[in-house]
Nanobody, 121 residues
Framework: QLVESGGGLVQAGGSLRLSCAAS????????MGWFRQAQGKDREFVAA????????YYTDSVKGRFTISRDNAKNSVFLEMNSLKFEDTAVYYC????????????????WGQGTLVTVSS
């Protein structure tokens, strides 16, 4: 089970830190990713991190603003979001991948329920 937290309302230019806590199994051997889905739009890839944390990957629109990290000892993944923009408004999901095509939703086999991030302009 994956449970996201940390979403909320923030002004443009502000920051939020999302957390994803895993339970029921160890996810330290999985690549982990964050996706988001804005209202009326398809779910899109945001960021991913390898099982060791040594490799990270971001969609272009968040590079330099978002940072993904993980703490395998705590079975947790994080998404630090800075310089937030109105267009970052979405429900954010964390997920665990059993394949390395991290930008593709089909590579992920476990999903959380999501946490809403609202950025006011």
């Amino acid at each position: 089970q994956l449970v996201e937290s940390g979403g909320g309302l923030v002004q443009a230019g502000g920051s939020l830190r999302l957390s994803c806590a895993a339970s029921g199994r160890t996810f330290s051997s999985y690549g982990m990713g964050w996706f988001r889905q804005a209202q009326g739009k398809d779910r899109e890839f945001v960021a991913a991190i390898s099982w060791s944390g040594a490799i990270t990957y971001y969609t272009d629109s968040v590079k330099g603003r978002f940072t993904i990290s993980r703490d395998n000892a705590k079975n947790s993944v994080f998404l630090e979001m800075n310089s937030l923009k109105f267009e970052d408004t979405a429900v954010y999901y964390c997920a665990a991948a059993d394949r390395t095509r991290w930008a593709v939703a089909g590579a992920y086999i476990y999903w959380g329920q999501g946490t809403l991030v609202t950025v006011s302009s």
